[in-house]
Each structure stands twice: as C-alpha cells, then as structure tokens.
C-alpha cells in the first residue's frame, strides 16, 4: 500500500505565494519521480512540474526533493487567478527491484486565487 498526501493550498490574493508539499509512504522498494498536476473547474488535469516545469508557471512555480524524506514541494510565487485549481502530487514507485513503476495519486489540494 501506498499513501501520497498534499499539504498546504489555500486562498492567497494575485501576486502572493503559497508552499504546498507532498509525502509518500508505504511499502516499496524506491520512488521513481515525483511530481505536481492541477485540475481547473471545467479543465482537464494538466501537467505542473516534474522533470520539467510547465510553460505556464515558468519562472514563478519551483519544484523541490527531499530524496531522504520521500517528499515533494512546490513552491507557487506570483500567484494568478488563473493558477486557482486543485492540485494533485503523483508519485512513480518501484514497488520491488525489478517491476516496473506505478503511479499513486493524493487526494488534491484547492488552490484559490483572488483578483
């Protein structure tokens, strides 16, 4: 079993900041990558951060690992109304040496942005 849980989001005005953070738990051997998607009302789920950072967020969005934490972090700057979404942490384990990764989604995360 494996647990992936999001913390922080939260209402912040345009031009704020907001941390949010992840954290992987469980049973398996190594994590593969983790990373950050987001979910609009009305959109479908899109890619934040990763091995790459979306063009979208681009200067103004930072993603960090703690490898011996098994955690994530996003750190979100100048914040836009159009950033408002849930977010989502994913995590690709190895759940033993040799099978192949697997995906576990958190819960989300609302992140609201006021004009």
């Known amino acids: 079993q494996v647990q992936v849980m999001e913390f922080g989001g939260g209402l912040v005005q345009a031009g704020g900041s907001l941390p949010l953070s992840c954290a992987a738990s469980g049973n398996f051997f190594s994590i593969y990558g983790m990373g950050w998607y987001r979910q609009a009302p009305g959109n479908q789920r899109e890619f934040v951060a990763g091995?790459?950072?979306?063009?979208s967020v681009k200067g103004r969005f930072t993603m960090s690992r703690d490898y011996a934490k098994n955690m994530v972090y996003l750190q979100m700057n100048d914040l836009k109304p159009e950033d408002t979404a849930v977010y989502y942490c994913v995590v690709e384990v190895l759940l033993d040496r040799e099978g192949s990764p697997k995906e576990y989604w958190g819960q989300g995360t609302q992140v609201t942005v006021s004009s």
């Open positions: 091995a790459e950072i979306a063009e």
